[in-house]
């Protein structure tokens, strides 16, 4: 990464499946994130629980003794049915409550495979990036070719002209965990000029106030 200016990320929230998936490669790819992320001293923010690559993942950061952050909606916790979360965990009352404070404590996301939640969490961080809501980056680890598809989905929305090149900069992908956390350094936000007018901020009118809801 020689002559790039690098981002500090401290703590990278992973998105990723409560099912291990067909594939022992994405078992795998997990432990070896959370690997990655423990030589690079990085802290994981992630789901809480213990399954399925949720549980790969932050079992190998926590064997490498740094910290791990479990954010959990109090519905999943009743007759364990997650299992422990592997470190700290917070409690929350709903599933938006949980990614608006996945957001403020993260420095940047990762999605593994998974499924409906993980796409969910995957773009509802895209369109607050898009909204200058936050300005940090986003990637996919590529998992022999399990984002292939969507991939391939984006661009094609990106000719159709419903999501325009800049905005398409936004989401990263890799096929190693290394070179993505690479990427993920030398992210540079690229804010649309028109988007980067809103004001999120507390004190904004009615109108402007952020809205965590909104979907594009």
Known sequence: ???VSVRK????????????GKDVAFVNAAFHLGEVL???KIDLVYGGGKLGLMGCVSTAVAQHERQVLGIIPSAFTINNLVGETC??????????????MMMELSDAFIA???????LEELFQMISWAQ???????IGVLNINGFFNGLLSFVDHAVKQEFITPRARKIL???????????KLQAFRFESDPALSKLKW????????????????
């Open 1 to 3: 990464m020689e002559g």
């Open 9 to 20: 990320i401290k703590k990278i929230c992973v998105f990723c499946g409560v099912n291990s």
């Open 38 to 40: 423990g030589k690079r």
């Open 87 to 100: 470190g700290k965990e917070i409690k929350v009352a709903t599933m938006q409550e949980r990614l608006v």
């Open 112 to 118: 593994l495979p998974g499924g409906f939640g993980t």
């Open 131 to 137: 909204l200058n809501i936050h300005n940090k980056p």
């Open 172 to 182: 990263i992908s890799a096929t190693t965990a290394d070179e993505l956390v690479d």
């Open 201 to 216: 901020s507390p004190s904004s009118s009615q109108k402007e106030k952020l809205d965590l809801t909104l979907r594009l």
